[in-house]
Antibody, heavy 123, light 107 residues
Framework: QLQLVESGGGVVQPGGSLRLSCVAS????????MHWVRQAPGKGLEWVAF????????YYADSVKGRFTITRDNSKNTLSLQMNSLRGEDTAVYYC????????????????WGQGILVSVSS | IVMTQSPATLSVSPGERATLSCRAS??????LAWYQQKPGQAPRLLIY???TRATGIPARFSGSGSGTEFTLTISSLQSEDFAVYYC??????????FGGGTKVEIK
């Protein structure tokens, strides 16, 4: 059974840092690109970052570029999101998401989602 | 690219047909997906490639369109279909843009 389980969320002060992790099971992580998507309270979905299946390329939304870093460790079936210089507008539920495309550089669809983890940026 | 969904809220009675619209500010070919999100849950992939149902999605859900105009149709609404629906384009990226969502509520 395919699963994505996020951890590492919580409350952090503005300007602080937080690292999210996502452990994948039920499939071979190294075959798929992975994304982080967030959803602010009561708002819609916002794509945050994408990393290719082999980690060779990474892409970011302008709103997080230079502050967030997406990484992966395929040997540990783990995806991560390092979030620095956090702002109030980063408050959201963060989802770890699998891209449907198999070993491809072009994203296709978001076919499996984790349950989400809440990040709250507040003083 | 801007993805615009309409209406923002759709009030429908169970058993009726629901038609949701998604418009792209420039052509995205058929590189469009639809997702369903229920309160407190993660989104779920419904449709990809504009018209292909994802695994396990009932046949009452159908997608159509290409270029800039897309439609998600739910042929006969069931109680479990009341949710928020998002479209997303995969043609021009980054970024991977979602529409603002359409809430389907019980009339």
């Amino acid at each position: 059974q395919l699963q994505l389980v996020e951890s590492g969320g919580g409350v952090v002060q503005p300007g602080g840092s937080l690292r999210l992790s996502c452990v994948a099971s039920g499939f071979t992580l190294s075959n798929y690109g992975m994304h982080w998507v967030r959803q602010a309270p009561g708002k819609g979905l916002e794509w945050v970052a994408f990393i290719l299946y082999d980690g060779s390329n990474k892409y970011y939304a302008d709103s997080v570029k230079g502050r967030f870093t997406i990484t992966r460790d395929n040997s540990k079936n783990t995806l991560s999101l390092q979030m620095n210089s956090l702002r109030g507008e980063d408050t959201a539920v963060y989802y770890c998401v699998r891209d449907q495309n198999y070993r491809n550089v072009w994203p296709k669809n978001f076919d499996y989602w984790g349950q989400g983890i809440l990040v709250s940026v507040s003083s | 690219i801007v993805m615009t969904q309409s209406p923002a809220t759709l009030s429908v009675s169970p058993g009726e047909r629901a038609t949701l619209s998604c418009r792209a500010s420039q052509s995205v070919s058929s590189n469009l997906a639809w997702y369903q999100q229920k309160p407190g849950q993660a989104p779920r992939l419904l449709i990809y490639g504009a018209s292909t149902r994802a695994t396990g999605i009932p046949a009452r859900f159908s997608g159509s369109g290409s270029g800039t105009e897309f439609t998600l149709t739910i042929s006969s609404l069931q109680s479990e279909d009341f949710a928020v629906y998002y479209c997303q384009q995969f043609n021009n990226w980054p970024p991977l843009i979602f529409g603002g969502g359409t809430k389907v509520e019980i009339k």
